[in-house]
């Protein structure tokens, strides 16, 4: 089938940032590594950072600090700052810039005497929680209609927004609490890359049949891109990974769009469009599927340059006027094709591994077109060497 991946797809500055932030402080770790809170919204990328031994702590250490605590993208409140920086434990803030400016904005409007700060977002959100920790008691949570009519607000106050928020919604809320309460200070503080990914997924909606959405199911933003989707009326398919695309149910579309929320890496999305790729769209002939197939796995596999040495020495043995040996085919075409796809293997960021392994499985299994479930691959987090944040 067709797959067109969305613009703006994939990890965001700020989450790369906190996973980068990670990956180096393991790399020169000199002591345990803890996250206060889950990095990031995304069970993969966790797996891999509790793999390289960065645990999470749901609470302030209390004795037995580790050497160092990560703040997440999402940041915290100001005492539970203080709380781990008392406890003895070093403090790496990964805070995303953007979560910080909002943080600041609260801080500022409140101490030149703003008498409340309304946030609109998920209730319980770790940023929405951190937000609320700048605000003190001043700060409260709107996320529906329910909770404006809940509202008593004195002008002056501010309202800004959770990072991840969609636009329609909050324009909706901050104006139905301006009407209620007067004297309100507004401030836009949806990131910009929430922006562009959400406009570039209803863009894409007008384009294709159905949409699979990846990330994870924790992920506020995630489920919002899926949200969008549904109200535009045309299937989404929600997914943490290519293990939960459904082929059965894929097979009856020509065109499938995917986007992805901003905790979702690179290479969960690369596996979810392999996947996709491989399912005949409907009225695809299963030959064509089968023989595209069957192309792309050779260029993937470096079959040809492997084919290519096997018969350069049958002519070698036919100019040396000695009978082609099919012995010697072979030998020069296992050489080359295992160094090509070992090196591969052995040099490539992992992440980034994943083509050879899966056009081979397929072509020698035959499942590309029956009706198979779509073959899993190992997870990344069991395979050797470097990991790399690198998003889309
Ligand atoms: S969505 Fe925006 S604010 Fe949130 S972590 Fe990413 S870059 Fe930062």
Same mark, same amino acid.
């Given at each position: 089938m067709?797959?067109?991946?969305?613009?703006?797809?994939?990890?965001?500055?700020?989450?790369?940032? &906190?996973?980068?932030?990670?990956?180096?402080?393991?790399?020169?770790?000199?002591?345990?590594? $803890?996250?206060?809170?889950?990095?990031?919204?995304?069970?993969?990328?966790?797996?891999?950072?509790?793999? *390289?031994?960065?645990?999470?702590?749901?609470?302030?250490?209390?004795?037995?600090?580790? &050497?160092? #605590?990560?703040? =997440?993208?999402?940041?915290?409140? /100001? %005492?539970?700052?203080?709380?781990?920086?008392?406890?003895?434990?070093?403090?790496?803030?990964?805070?995303?810039?953007? #979560?910080?400016?909002?943080?600041?904005?609260?801080?500022?409007?409140? %101490?030149?005497?703003?008498? $409340?700060?309304?946030?609109?977002?998920?209730?319980?959100?770790?940023?929405?929680?951190?937000?609320?920790?700048?605000?003190?008691?001043?700060?409260?949570? #709107?996320?529906?209609?329910?909770?404006?009519?809940?509202?008593?607000? $004195?002008? /002056?106050?501010?309202?800004?927004?959770?990072?991840?928020?969609?636009?329609?919604?909050?324009?909706?809320?901050?104006?139905?609490?301006?009407?209620?309460?007067? %004297?309100? *200070?507004?401030?836009?503080?949806?990131?910009?890359?929430?922006?562009? =990914?959400?406009? &570039?997924?209803?863009?894409?909606?007008?384009?294709?049949?159905a949409?699979v959405?990846?990330?994870?199911?924790?992920?506020?933003?995630?489920?919002?891109?899926?949200?969008?989707?549904?109200?535009?009326?045309?299937?989404?398919f929600?997914v943490?990974?290519e293990r939960e695309l459904d082929p059965g149910e894929l097979r009856s579309f020509r065109?499938v769009?995917?986007?992805?929320?901003?905790?979702?890496?690179?290479?969960?999305?690369?596996?979810v469009?392999r996947c996709l790729e491989l399912i005949p769209g409907a009225g695809e002939n299963i030959f064509i599927a089968t023989v595209k197939l069957g192309?792309?796995g050779?260029?993937?596999?470096?079959?040809?340059? &492997?084919?290519?040495?096997?018969?350069?020495?049958?002519?070698?043995?036919?100019?040396?006027?000695?009978?082609?040996?099919?012995?010697?085919?072979?030998?020069?075409?296992?050489?080359?094709?295992?160094?090509?796809?070992?090196?591969?293997?052995?040099?490539?960021?992992?992440?980034?591994?994943?083509? /050879?392994?899966r056009y081979?499985s397929l072509i020698v299994a035959g499942r590309c077109c029956g009706p198979f479930p779509l073959p899993v691959l190992?997870?990344?987090?069991?395979?050797?060497?470097?990991?790399?944040?690198?998003?889309?």
């Open positions: 067709k797959v067109v991946l969305a613009r703006n797809a994939g990890f965001c500055m700020g989450v790369r940032r &906190a996973v980068e932030t990670t990956l180096d402080m393991v790399r020169g770790a000199d002591g345990p590594i $803890a996250t206060y809170g889950p990095l990031i919204h995304n069970p993969q990328v966790l797996d891999i950072l509790g793999e *390289r031994g960065v645990t999470v702590l749901d609470r302030v250490p209390e004795g037995n600090a580790p &050497a160092t #605590v990560i703040i =997440r993208a999402h940041g915290i409140p /100001p %005492g539970e700052k203080e709380a781990i920086v008392a406890s003895g434990a070093g403090v790496k803030d990964a805070t995303c810039p953007r #979560v910080q400016k909002v943080q600041a904005i609260i801080r500022r409007h409140l %101490g030149d005497g703003a008498t $409340a700060a309304v946030i609109i977002g998920d209730r319980n959100h770790a940023e929405v929680d951190g937000l609320m920790g700048h605000a003190g008691d001043c700060g409260v949570v #709107v996320s529906n209609e329910e909770d404006v009519a809940g509202l008593d607000l $004195a002008a /002056p106050y501010i309202i800004v927004s959770q990072t991840t928020q969609d636009q329609p919604t909050f324009d909706r809320l901050s104006t139905m609490i301006l009407e209620r309460f007067p %004297g309100g *200070r507004v401030f836009s503080t949806i990131c910009d890359s929430t922006h562009k =990914r959400q406009s &570039a997924v209803l863009d894409l909606c007008d384009q294709v049949e949409m959405v990846v990330g994870g199911r924790t992920s506020a933003n995630t489920k919002r891109l899926g949200e969008i989707v549904a109200g535009r009326d045309i299937p989404v929600v943490e990974s065109r769009g995917v986007t992805a929320g901003a905790s979702t890496p690179s290479w969960i999305i690369e596996r469009i192309i792309a050779t260029v993937s596999l470096s079959l040809y340059a &492997a084919m290519g040495a096997g018969l350069m020495t049958l002519a070698l043995d036919h100019i040396r006027g000695i009978p082609p040996l099919a012995a010697h085919f072979f030998i020069a075409f296992a050489y080359i094709f295992s160094i090509y796809n070992l090196n591969r293997l052995m040099s490539r960021p992992r992440p980034q591994y994943i083509d /050879p392994l081979f190992p997870s990344p987090c069991s395979w050797p060497g470097k990991i790399t944040a690198r998003g889309r």
